[in-house]
């Protein structure tokens, strides 16, 4: 008596830690939402009675050991770990009475066949199954109202059987065997914490003697019961298994959209406030007080009296003084100064580096410009040997060589123009030596 106490608490305690650690992890990870997280009620507690039948929709009168079902009454409990909303992990606990007459091995219609029958006590019972639930799919209702499942697992349980009048069966004590139960049934939710549970479930014995008689086959029998399930959790939090996330995130949304769209009209109101605003402003920036011509937002002297000449900033305008221009005379002198830098003046080949002999000829028109303040342009040409892009370039080089040198001497920068015209402005044919001699120059144009 002790073992079988015993072993009958181990194997509860085992199968209600598993149901409840084996997923514990996972107890607030499945709540996401698009606003933000969810709590879900998932765990519940059930507990059921109904009608216990060696009868099944797998086995007819002629094909198990007895013929006739006589329905007794069971009870039930389980507990629940619901994972998705289509499919939790359910731990049964189960008990009752299964009873049945008229044993087949009898001649039918005899007397012995009348008075044989078979009462099987399940002391208790304990399985562990996936309940797979059709999910809530609606656009409109949160909450599902009927809520469909199919259940199926593994168990365990200790029945005794007691036959009367059967010469092929025997009593037996209280035996444990392992099972495997599939049910189906629907739930039908009342609340948030609430649901009313119906359900079938075929219980398909792993022994050929649950009823005491050993034939070829393992024996079964059916539990339909009706009774309530209980959801443990956060007071205004649903049911996971009901649950339809997709009315859930149509409501937000809706919401949402709403308050987006107030906003949006506000916006617009202070836009529209803001661009007359901004209207009126800009008729009176650009209006024009005083008639002068320049408008009151550019006018920096608002009130000019009529008739008056005003500049663009609405001023009255100053009479100029008088402008004394000095007449630039260039002698013979100055242009043969210009003429010798021009005859001394060299480069190194292919490049815009001015050779030293050219420095003393070149320091004499520096002088000049800094003296009577002339302006010079310096215009550089190349013949046309080499590509039009590298001989504009040297050309420009060149001149611009020829500035820096006479800067560097104390002449004004602002006063020098360099511009390169490569091989396109020729003063000799380009099919002689020297031809395209004289083509590589540099002129000085004083002015």
């Given at each position: 008596?002790?073992?079988?106490?015993?072993?009958?608490?181990?194997?509860?305690?085992?199968?209600?830690?598993?149901?409840?650690?084996?997923?514990?992890?996972?107890?607030?990870?499945?709540?996401?939402?698009?606003?933000?997280?969810?709590?879900?009620?998932?765990?519940?507690?059930?507990?059921?009675?109904?009608?216990?039948?060696?009868?099944?929709?797998?086995?007819?009168?002629?094909?198990?050991?007895?013929?006739?079902?006589?329905?007794?009454?069971?009870?039930?409990?389980?507990?629940?770990?619901?994972?998705?909303?289509?499919?939790?992990?359910?731990?049964?606990?189960?008990?009752?009475?299964?009873?049945?007459?008229?044993?087949?091995?009898?001649?039918?219609?005899?007397?012995?066949?009348?008075?044989?029958?078979?009462?099987?006590?399940?002391?208790?019972?304990?399985?562990?199954?996936?309940?797979?639930?059709?999910?809530?799919?609606?656009?409109?209702?949160?909450?599902?109202?009927?809520?469909?499942?199919?259940?199926?697992?593994?168990?365990?349980?200790?029945?005794?059987?007691?036959?009367?009048?059967?010469?092929?069966?025997?009593?037996?004590?209280?035996?444990?065997?392992?099972?495997?139960?599939?049910?189906?049934?629907?739930?039908?939710?009342?609340?948030?914490?609430?649901?009313?549970?119906?359900?079938?479930?075929?219980?398909?014995?792993?022994?050929?003697?649950?009823?005491?008689?050993?034939?070829?086959?393992?024996?079964?029998?059916?539990?339909?019961?009706?009774?309530?399930?209980?959801?443990?959790?956060?007071?205004?939090?649903?049911?996971?298994?009901?649950?339809?996330?997709?009315?859930?995130?149509?409501?937000?949304?809706?919401t949402e959209t709403a308050q987006l769209r107030a906003q949006l009209a506000a916006q617009a109101a202070a836009a529209e406030q803001n661009r007359l605003a901004d209207q009126q402003q800009y008729?009176?920036?650009?209006?024009?007080?005083?008639?002068?011509?320049?408008?009151?937002?550019?006018?920096?002297?608002?009130?000019?009296?009529?008739?008056?000449?005003?500049?663009?900033?609405?001023?009255?305008?100053?009479?100029?003084?008088?402008?004394?221009?000095?007449?630039?005379?260039?002698?013979?002198?100055?242009?043969?100064?210009?003429?010798?830098?021009?005859?001394?003046?060299?480069?190194?080949?292919?490049?815009?580096?001015?050779?030293?002999?050219?420095?003393?000829?070149?320091?004499?028109?520096?002088?000049?410009?800094?003296?009577?303040?002339?302006?010079?342009?310096?215009?550089?040409?190349?013949?046309?040997?080499?590509?039009?892009?590298?001989?504009?370039?040297?050309?420009?080089?060149?001149?611009?060589?020829?500035?820096?040198?006479?800067?560097?001497q104390g002449a004004n920068a602002s006063r020098i123009e360099a511009t390169g015209y490569g091989s396109t402005q020729p003063i000799a044919t380009n099919k002689t030596a020297a031809g395209r001699?004289?083509?590589?120059?540099?002129?000085?144009?004083?002015?």
């Amino acid at each position: 008596m002790m073992n079988t106490i015993f072993t009958k608490t181990v194997l509860v305690t085992s199968l209600l830690g598993l149901s409840i650690s084996a997923f514990a992890q996972d107890k607030s990870s499945d709540t996401t939402q698009r606003f933000q997280k969810k709590s879900f009620r998932t765990f519940s507690i059930g507990l059921n009675g109904g009608m216990l039948t060696h009868y099944t929709p797998f086995n007819g009168p002629a094909n198990g050991d007895f013929r006739t079902p006589e329905e007794k009454l069971g009870y039930g409990a389980y507990i629940k770990q619901q994972i998705l909303p289509g499919f939790g992990i359910q731990a049964d606990f189960m008990a009752g009475k299964v009873n049945g007459f008229r044993a087949n091995s009898l001649a039918t219609g005899s007397n012995a066949q009348e008075n044989s029958s078979f009462e099987s006590r399940i002391e208790w019972s304990a399985a562990l199954s996936g309940n797979f639930t059709v999910a809530n799919l609606s656009l409109n209702k949160k909450r599902n109202l009927l809520s469909p499942y199919l259940t199926a697992g593994a168990g365990y349980m200790s029945s005794s059987a007691n036959v009367r009048n059967t010469p092929d069966g025997a009593n037996t004590n209280y035996e444990k065997h392992w099972f495997v139960p599939v049910g189906a049934g629907f739930k039908i939710g009342l609340s948030n914490v609430v649901n009313i549970d119906l359900g079938y479930t075929v219980y398909f014995m792993k022994t050929n003697n649950f009823d005491g008689v050993r034939s070829n086959l393992n024996d079964r029998f059916s539990y339909a019961h009706a009774g309530l399930e209980f959801a443990l959790g956060k007071k205004k939090s649903p049911q996971l298994q009901n649950y339809s996330a997709l009315a859930d995130l149509r409501e937000q949304t809706a919401t949402e959209t709403a308050q987006l769209r107030a906003q949006l009209a506000a916006q617009a109101a202070a836009a529209e406030q803001n661009r007359l605003a901004d209207q009126q402003q800009y008729a009176k920036d650009m209006g024009d007080d005083d008639s002068d011509g320049v408008a009151n937002k550019f006018d920096k002297c608002p009130g000019s009296p009529a008739n008056t000449p005003v500049d663009g900033s609405g001023c009255p305008l100053k009479v100029p003084a008088p402008v004394v221009t000095e007449r630039v005379i260039i002698t013979e002198a100055d242009r043969k100064v210009v003429g010798d830098a021009i005859k001394n003046l060299e480069f190194d080949l292919g490049k815009a580096t001015i050779k030293e002999k050219s420095y003393a000829t070149l320091n004499r028109v520096a002088g000049l410009l800094v003296e009577k303040n002339f302006s010079l342009k310096l215009a550089g040409h190349t013949d046309n040997t080499g590509s039009v892009t590298v001989n504009q370039k040297l050309s420009k080089d060149r001149a611009e060589a020829i500035k820096a040198y006479l800067v560097a001497q104390g002449a004004n920068a602002s006063r020098i123009e360099a511009t390169g015209y490569g091989s396109t402005q020729p003063i000799a044919t380009n099919k002689t030596a020297a031809g395209r001699q004289q083509n590589r120059r540099v002129e000085f144009s004083l002015l």
